[in-house]
């Protein structure tokens, strides 16, 4: 048996004892084939010494477990690593950011507690997945949606608490912002109820996300402060119809009031979907004339960039947007976007096809896109084979069309000199008003190249944080050097989230590095 | 001149003499004249021993002022009460919660940092009153719509931070929602910057809130654990025009098809207006029928009311709504609103008038209702003429109508029951979920009229938490009382707030006792 670094033996053998002691012997997992089950499929150091691993793991299945687990832990300094379902994959999946920690498993912690058809809201454990709200609400015959992310295999508050988004309209999508209440155990066993959670026989914990006083929910999101036991979400009414449209535009530069049009569109709520700004051009294939104006100093200007597009019959920017509601909003929304467009010249559109709601399963069965009507599947997953995973870093890039221009340049040069194909050319607009522009970096298990995709990853951090392009969500084994990079005031937010920590978590057993964030003893020993 | 409790005369002198190094004698107020234009123009206690009233007052002008002066409270343990405009009227307005505190007057850092017409966005300081961002929008002609609260002579971050709303669409109208990044001043006189802002030259400070690892803006909201010195906020751009639909429908019990519906079109965003449903049979005039009602065992039934009411010629309950965007659009979704409510016998519809932007000054002159359209103005105290002031209790009820239902005659019955006639017969859509059912006691200053308007101000915190209508926002003089109700788990949450406000202000110099948060030394002595 592992056992956590500057932890006995015996100690641990007697904290594993009374793990089993509060959860069954059967729940807690210390043989190397049962604690193999939490490494990270996706780590980019896999094998390798470095690698980082659980020396056991958990799994209660109430609050009062969790209660007794943290009150051992605190007794015997063990290192705790919660997770839900553990699918965070390409960010670390169920493995810990600081080897030897006991992952504390929440997946038996799986129960719908509420789902109000009126009120469009859930409140569940963090053992529930996407699929399994998916099939609640189906089986009950709701007239509600969900909004997963993909794959859809993951914890709706795994998802939620890593600022995950998926791609129906907002705020559904935006996994955090639709959250509305908490539950928390404390890293000293208390258990408290956030927003209006705190009011004993509240009747709107699930309606007002502030409650009174200080709002502390955003405290346990990427970070060590707390383990969330329960997590309402609001939802969608199914809407009574939706519909797509496809835009291109010719011109390197039309970038530019492209990007400016659909955001004033979305901060009005016309247009409300997850839209992809997507260069046929750049995200094309790589052949000689496109490798010389990659080459050339500055990356080649947006004259030659047209003359390329033109020769191979491309429009250089394309988007698809999908509109969600009756039948004549969304044919009025998309006549307003055509209007508004119709200033760039040259820019087409192609109406998509409508769908009506409901669906059958048949139906559900043959969507090309489920995810874009908040169904889950595992549908992404047919794009990966071949590959053994993926680390993915996020920059955030303003909407903005010369941003966006300059990113291209920025990213596809970095990857160029670093010898590795780029899968590039589009940005996201998961969240409100920033697009994720990710920079995906295939896997293998060969020790080379994962030493030159960790290398690359790392490269990426620095070169988008020094164009103000900060990373919104990171794989574990980066963390540090993704905040190292917040450093505003000599990084005050950070020693602000050290003081927090110290506070609420004075032992430092809970998830020790997770976001940056190390407890008293390891800080001094990592500086 | 007064000095705050436990502070001798001489450390507050020495503090005094400080703070005018600091900020220029000119900016501190000792003078009795001076510091009483802090008092709170609303106190139920004008006058008397118990009002909450300052020691003096300083008024810094930058960032690098206010560290200092924080600084010189922590070696001589003054307790600051910082203010944003001091405009915080019916919950207290400029005055401290714990008397004797020296009032922060943030009034002079009223600098406009950034208005970003593509990007939507503003980056103010806390001076900025609405009133100050709306003529500078519109003097520069830009296409924007700010969302201001009535009055609009408040902070837009004072607002924001007290989790006030404004009457524009979602998420614009939810001023602590749709801000984005912020920067902070801690108790240490540490400056820390939320959100992208840890970044150094971040691209997406005001793009994207949650930046990296734990989302703290909300710790600095209803609360004192930092001195907030720049916040963004997200704006609206301007739509292209608006408009209004009234609805009525006949009956006592149809709120519940009305509130049920309603809540499913503002959840689908096709209804995106703050609407107020509202009885003009509950809140007409009281005559002796309706007097005998009031006075049954349990407060009348639906059969009994509607014959009232038919007799009374009024329909049971009305809203209004209003539409922003392209015309179209918004015909659409009035059609929509119009076919889904159809299936409530009786239901009676009225078209409004349609508004086209941008308005040229003298209409925006002519506007009978400018606040729903984000145009700041003070016509709000146009009714409240004949009072000195009012407090204002604000439980949040589910959208549902058999709970209005019953908050009506819980609420009528407890104002009857007080002898104090009762603004009642609405309920308002201000956040994304929840109606506020405001319970407004107008006040005198006449010394038993104030006590009788406190009494009934306890009363009504203790109903609407008997009922888990928890009050989401309070007069400084009930913050207690008010916090005391969200006690689940022996009160863990209030618990964890003191945790984490001993470890951010060690010292407790900030805004002692503000959502019932006391420093170490003075929650010693009030328990």
């Known amino acids: 048996m592992t056992t956590p670094p500057g932890v006995s033996s015996s100690d641990f053998a007697a904290a594993i004892r009374q793990f089993a002691d509060a959860v069954g012997e059967q729940w807690v997992f210390t043989s190397d084939e049962d604690v193999s089950t939490y490494r990270d499929a996706y780590s980019p150091m896999w094998g390798e010494a470095d690698e980082k691993v659980a020396s056991a793991a958990v799994a209660p299945e109430t609050v009062e477990q969790i209660q007794q687990i943290v009150r051992v832990a605190n007794r015997y300094s063990i290192p705790l690593y919660p997770i839900s379902t553990g699918r965070n994959l390409a960010y670390g999946g169920s493995a810990p950011v600081y080897s030897g920690s006991v992952v504390l498993d929440l997946k038996r912690m799986n129960k719908i507690l509420d789902v109000n058809e009126d009120q469009a809201y859930a409140l569940v454990e963090p053992g529930v997945s996407y699929f399994d709200l998916y099939r609640h609400i189906r089986e009950k015959g709701l007239k509600l ?55 004993p026989t509240a009747e709107t914990w699930q309606h007002f996300q502030y409650g009174v006083g200080p709002w502390v929910d955003g405290l346990f999101s990427q970070s060590n402060l707390g383990i969330v036991t329960k997590m309402g979400f609001w939802l969608l009414p199914e809407p009574e119809a939706s519909m797509t449209g496809q835009i291109s535009v010719p011109r390197h530069d039309d970038a530019v009031e492209l990007v400016r049009i659909l955001g004033k569109l979305a901060f009005q709520g016309i247009v409300n979907c997850v839209f992809s700004v997507q260069s046929p051009v750049f995200g ?34 394309q988007t698809e947007l999908r509109f969600y509601g009756p039948l004549k909003v969304i044919e009025a929304q998309w006549e307003h976007v055509k209007e508004q467009l119709a200033a760039i010249d040259g820019v087409r559109f192609t109406d998509g096809s409508v769908i009506r709601f409901p669906l059958t399963d048949e139906e559900v069965g043959r969507l090309a896109d489920p995810g874009s009507l908040g169904i889950p599947s ?83 951090i620095e070169v988008a944080s020094d164009h103000g392009w900060g990373i919104y969500r990171s794989h574990a084994a980066f963390m540090d050097a993704v905040m190292d990079r917040y450093s505003f005031n000599d990084h005050s937010l950070l020693r602000m989230n050290e003081t927090l920590k110290d506070a609420l978590d004075p032992n430092g057993i809970l998830s020790a590095g997770r976001y940056g964030i190390w407890p008293k003893h390891l800080r001094r020993e990592r500086a």
Chains 1, 2 share one sequence.
């Open 145 to 199: 949606w969900i909004d997963c992310p993909d794959p859809g295999w993951g914890s709706l508050i795994g998802n939620a608490l890593d600022h995950g988004a998926g791609r129906t309209p907002l705020p559904y999508r935006d996994h955090f912002g639709a959250h509305c209440g908490m539950e928390v155990v404390l890293a000293n066993g208390e258990v408290v109820r956030t927003g209006m959670g705190a009011l």
């Open 284 to 317: 094309g294939p790589l052949d000689t004339e496109k490798s010389a104006l990659l080459d050339r100093p500055g990356g080649g200007s947006g004259e030659e960039w047209d003359r390329y597009a033109a020769s191979q019959g491309r429009p250089f920017w």
């Open 378 to 460: 595992l549908s992404v997953f047919s794009s990966l084979e071949g590959s053994s995973g993926h680390l993915d870093a996020s920059p955030m890039l303003p909407y903005s069309g010369e941003t966006l221009l300059e990113a291209h340049k920025v990213f596809m040069k970095l990857f160029r000199d670093a010898g590795v194909p780029l899968l590039l050319g589009f940005a996201m607009s998961y969240h409100w008003r920033a697009f994720i522009m990710f920079q995906s970096i295939n896997l293998t298990r060969d020790p080379a190249h994962m030493a030159k995709a960790r290398s690359l990853y790392a490269q990426v």
